[in-house]
């Protein structure tokens, strides 16, 4: 039995950890980098965070600084939010006021430094290699990204309570695509009593979605059924609300945008005909909404 315990120690949680002793860095990104890096400490390493002054609490054993250059030390790990970047630059920070550079974040790394992030992009990857950087995207591994999408359904759940004028039961939805944020989507709304409708392009995610409780049309068919829904979600990043379908819609269609950039809602159209424009950002619940009725153009 004491065998057994080497390699543990008795942490300052009270609790039995690997005894692991890395330094983290975890800078920027949302509750869920704040979750991790508590779970790291409880592991008994010693964790920095940084930019996470809009945080109601932080947990007593994390070590915040204002900026990277205060850790002071080599870090084993970086840990970076999702999306790493919105801009290219700078570190996607909601729960911060401040701005930090990318590059200032990569000036702490050693040689055997391991840089995680999410939605990594190809420049990105191409600086951490200029500085002979091992980077590994954490949001393509599967398991990751299937229960990614549960916090980003259950924001978009949110926001249609908060902007509907009716419960959700009885309420008829366009679902647009059928990836991972669809199927769980389709779950939670079919629980509640809305009728969803899946658009897709292969006639084996429509066939899912009909096990799943729904119905379901091929996308080339959305301007025949537009004006059926009281609300669309749309989870496709391309470009698919043609005028021909934006003309459907009924008066105060809901349209929640969903998907990654560039997202689907737009249509090109310049006579300003959108009725509802609501856009996740980074997967939380916080949308710009603007309202809109539709008119003749011109």
Same mark, same amino acid.
């Given at each position: 039995?004491?065998?057994?315990?080497?390699?543990?120690?008795?942490?300052?949680?009270?609790?039995?950890?690997?005894?692991?002793?890395?330094?983290?860095?975890?800078?920027?990104?949302?509750?869920?980098?704040?979750?991790?890096?508590?779970?790291?400490?409880?592991?008994?390493?010693?964790?920095?965070?940084?930019?996470?002054?809009?945080?109601?609490?932080?947990?007593?054993?994390?070590?915040?600084?204002?900026?990277?250059?205060?850790?002071?030390?080599?870090?084993?790990?970086?840990? $970076?939010?999702?999306?790493?970047?919105?801009?290219?630059?700078?570190?996607?920070?909601?729960?911060?006021?401040?701005?930090?550079?990318?590059?200032?974040?990569?000036?702490?790394?050693?040689?055997?430094?391991?840089?995680?992030?999410?939605?990594? @992009?190809?420049?990105?990857?191409?600086?951490?290699?200029?500085?002979?950087?091992?980077?590994? =995207?954490?949001?393509?591994?599967? @398991?990751?990204? !299937?229960?990614?999408?549960?916090?980003?359904? @259950?924001?978009?759940?949110?926001?249609?309570?908060?902007?509907?004028?009716?419960?959700?039961?009885?309420?008829?939805?366009?679902?647009?695509?059928?990836?991972?944020?669809?199927?769980?989507?389709?779950?939670?709304?079919?629980?509640?009593?809305?009728?969803?409708?899946?658009?897709?392009?292969?006639?084996?995610?429509?066939?899912?979605?009909?096990?799943?409780?729904?119905?379901?049309?091929?996308?080339?068919?959305?301007?025949?059924?537009?004006?059926?829904? =009281?609300?669309?979600?749309?989870?496709?990043? !391309?470009? $698919?609300?043609?005028?021909?379908?934006?003309?459907?819609?009924?008066?105060?269609?809901?349209?929640?945008?969903?998907?990654?950039?560039?997202?689907?809602?737009?249509?090109?159209?310049?006579?300003?005909?959108?009725?509802?424009?609501?856009?996740? @950002?980074?997967?939380?619940?916080?949308?710009?909404?603007?309202?809109?009725?539709?008119?003749?153009?011109?």
């Amino acid at each position: 039995m004491g065998m057994a315990l080497i390699g543990y120690k008795r942490n300052s949680y009270g609790g039995r950890s690997m005894k692991i002793d890395k330094t983290y860095l975890v800078a920027g990104g949302d509750l869920r980098q704040l979750y991790l890096a508590k779970a790291l400490a409880r592991q008994g390493n010693k964790v920095y965070i940084t930019c996470f002054d809009k945080a109601f609490e932080l947990d007593k054993h994390l070590i915040p600084v204002e900026s990277p250059a205060e850790v002071g030390e080599p870090l084993d790990c970086i840990i $970076l939010p999702l999306p790493v970047t919105n801009d290219g630059f700078t570190v996607n920070t909601p729960l911060s006021h401040r701005e930090l550079l990318l590059d200032d974040v990569l000036a702490l790394a050693g040689r055997r430094t391991m840089i995680f992030g999410g939605k990594i @992009e190809s420049g990105f990857y191409a600086a951490c290699k200029d500085r002979g950087l091992e980077a590994a =995207d954490y949001l393509e591994r599967e @398991e990751m990204a !299937v229960l990614n999408a549960v916090p980003t359904a @259950e924001g978009a759940l949110e926001l249609l309570m908060q902007e509907l004028p009716t419960t959700l039961f009885g309420t008829k939805c366009l679902l647009t695509g059928f990836g991972r944020i669809s199927k769980v989507l389709i779950k939670y709304l079919t629980v509640l009593g809305a009728d969803v409708t899946v658009a897709a392009r292969k006639y084996s995610d429509l066939a899912w979605a009909k096990i799943y409780g729904g119905c379901g049309i091929h996308i080339s068919q959305m301007s025949e059924y537009a004006g059926e829904f =009281d609300y669309i979600i749309n989870t496709v990043p !391309v470009k $698919l609300f043609d005028y021909a379908v934006l003309s459907k819609l009924r008066d105060h269609c809901l349209i929640l945008d969903l998907a990654s950039k560039p997202g689907g809602s737009g249509c090109g159209d310049k006579t300003g005909r959108f009725r509802i424009s609501m856009k996740m @950002e980074g997967g939380s619940a916080n949308a710009n909404c603007t309202k809109g009725r539709t008119g003749n153009p011109g």
